[in-house]
C-alpha cells in the first residue's frame, strides 16, 4: 500500500497540490464549501493513481486544492463507502494520501439521519464518539504495522481541543450545534423500525453510512480529528415515513451554510 500511496502523491504533487494544511471530507449534498475556496488545482478522481472513484451521484468526485480561511486545504469533494463495492482500505486511501500530502488536521462531514428525537432535520451534531457497525476495520490488512501501530487506540477518537474549539464557535455564532454519538452502518438500504429501535438503545444519536473508517484510519496516522453530521431526517420508528432522497438532500443544502461557518472559522484558528 505504501507504494500506491506513494504514486497517488507524486501524481498530486506534480499538479500543484504541494504543502496542504488541512484535509476536509465533504459529505452526501455538502458540497458548496468548494464556492468558498480560492482553488489553486482540482483532479477527478479517476485521474489519480490508485484513487477508487466515487459511484453516488449526490458525490462530485474530484479533489480540490486551494485556500480557505487563509490556510491551504486539501477537500475531498465526495467520499467513498463501503456499500458501493469498495473495502475498508480503498474508502480510507484517500485520508493515507492526504496525510502523506502533509496534512495536520482532519475535518471531515457526513449527511446522517436523526436517532435522538431532541434532534431536528436541518441541524448539525458535532460527533462526539462512534459505534462502528459495519463489519469490518480498515486497520484489518496484512503489513498495516507498516503503516502506524495494528493497536490504535480510540479511547477519544475526535479530538478533544477540536471539538471544544467547535462548540466555541457555534456559541459565538448563535448556531445550534448538538453532541453526540454517531453509528455507522454498511447499507446502501435505509433501516427497518426495529432497527432504529435498537440503535437508540444502544447509545446512538444518529446514524450514517461513512465516516468511522476515515477516523480509524486519522486515529491510525496520530491525525487530530473532528466530524460533524448534518441531520437530514428524524428517525422515529413510531412514526417513519417513507425516505424520500430528494428531501434528504435537499435538508443537506439547507443546513449546509452552517457547516461551512464552522468550518471556515475553525480553520482559521487552527
Given at each position: 500500500?505504501?507504494?500506491n500511496?506513494q504514486?497517488a502523491v507524486d501524481?498530486?504533487q506534480?499538479?500543484?497540490?504541494?504543502?496542504?494544511?488541512?484535509?476536509?471530507?465533504?459529505?452526501?449534498?455538502l458540497?458548496?464549501?468548494?464556492?468558498?475556496?480560492?482553488?489553486?488545482?482540482?483532479?477527478?478522481?479517476?485521474h489519480?493513481?490508485?484513487?477508487?472513484?466515487?459511484?453516488?451521484?449526490f458525490h462530485k468526485?474530484?479533489?480540490?486544492?486551494?485556500?480557505?480561511g487563509?490556510k491551504?486545504?486539501?477537500?475531498?469533494?465526495?467520499?467513498?463507502?463501503?456499500?458501493?463495492?469498495?473495502?475498508?482500505?480503498?474508502?480510507t486511501f484517500?485520508?493515507?494520501?492526504?496525510?502523506?500530502?502533509?496534512?495536520?488536521?482532519?475535518?471531515?462531514?457526513?449527511a446522517a439521519?436523526?436517532?435522538?428525537l431532541?434532534?431536528k432535520?436541518g441541524?448539525?451534531?458535532l460527533?462526539?464518539?462512534?459505534?462502528?457497525?459495519?463489519?469490518?476495520?480498515p486497520?484489518?490488512?496484512?503489513?498495516?504495522e507498516?503503516l502506524?501501530?495494528?493497536?490504535?487506540?480510540l479511547?477519544?477518537p475526535?479530538?478533544t481541543?477540536?471539538?471544544?474549539?467547535?462548540?466555541?464557535?457555534?456559541?459565538?455564532?448563535g448556531?445550534?450545534?448538538h453532541?453526540?454519538?454517531?453509528?455507522?452502518?454498511?447499507?446502501?438500504q435505509?433501516?427497518?423500525?426495529?432497527?432504529?429501535?435498537?440503535?437508540?438503545?444502544?447509545?446512538a444519536?444518529?446514524v450514517?453510512?461513512?465516516?468511522?473508517p476515515e477516523?480509524?484510519?486519522a486515529?491510525h496516522l496520530?491525525?487530530?480529528?473532528?466530524?460533524?453530521?448534518v441531520?437530514t431526517?428524524?428517525?422515529d420508528p413510531?412514526?417513519l415515513?417513507?425516505?424520500n432522497?430528494t428531501?434528504?438532500?435537499?435538508?443537506?443544502?439547507?443546513?449546509?451554510?452552517?457547516?461551512?461557518?464552522?468550518?471556515?472559522e475553525?480553520?482559521?484558528?487552527l
Amino acid at each position: 500500500m505504501h507504494k500506491n500511496i506513494q504514486q497517488a502523491v507524486d501524481f498530486l504533487q506534480k499538479r500543484g497540490f504541494s504543502t496542504p494544511e488541512i484535509g476536509i471530507i465533504l459529505g452526501t449534498g455538502l458540497g458548496q464549501l468548494v464556492d468558498k475556496i480560492s482553488i489553486d488545482a482540482e483532479v477527478s478522481y479517476n485521474h489519480i493513481p490508485n484513487f477508487p472513484t466515487a459511484t453516488v451521484e449526490f458525490h462530485k468526485g474530484k479533489l480540490i486544492y486551494g485556500t480557505l480561511g487563509g490556510k491551504k486545504v486539501v477537500v475531498m469533494q465526495g467520499r467513498f463507502h463501503l456499500y458501493e463495492g469498495y473495502t475498508p482500505q480503498d474508502v480510507t486511501f484517500p485520508v493515507r494520501v492526504m496525510h502523506q500530502l502533509g496534512i495536520k488536521y482532519l475535518l471531515v462531514s457526513n449527511a446522517a439521519g436523526a436517532i435522538n428525537l431532541n434532534f431536528k432535520k436541518g441541524e448539525i451534531m458535532l460527533i462526539d464518539d462512534h459505534i462502528n457497525l459495519q463489519g469490518s476495520s480498515p486497520l484489518a490488512f496484512l503489513g498495516v504495522e507498516h503503516l502506524g501501530e495494528r493497536f490504535v487506540d480510540l479511547s477519544a477518537p475526535y479530538d478533544t481541543l477540536l471539538n471544544k474549539k467547535m462548540e466555541r464557535i457555534a456559541s459565538e455564532k448563535g448556531l445550534t450545534l448538538h453532541k453526540g454519538v454517531y453509528v455507522s452502518v454498511l447499507g446502501p438500504q435505509l433501516e427497518t423500525r426495529a432497527e432504529y429501535r435498537y440503535l437508540k438503545i444502544i447509545g446512538a444519536d444518529a446514524v450514517g453510512m461513512s465516516t468511522v473508517p476515515e477516523v480509524i484510519v486519522a486515529n491510525h496516522l496520530k491525525l487530530p480529528v473532528v466530524a460533524v453530521s448534518v441531520l437530514t431526517d428524524e428517525c422515529d420508528p413510531e412514526n417513519l415515513k417513507p425516505v424520500n432522497i430528494t428531501d434528504i438532500i435537499e435538508q443537506a443544502e439547507k443546513a449546509e451554510p452552517n457547516m461551512i461557518t464552522l468550518f471556515t472559522e475553525l480553520i482559521t484558528q487552527l
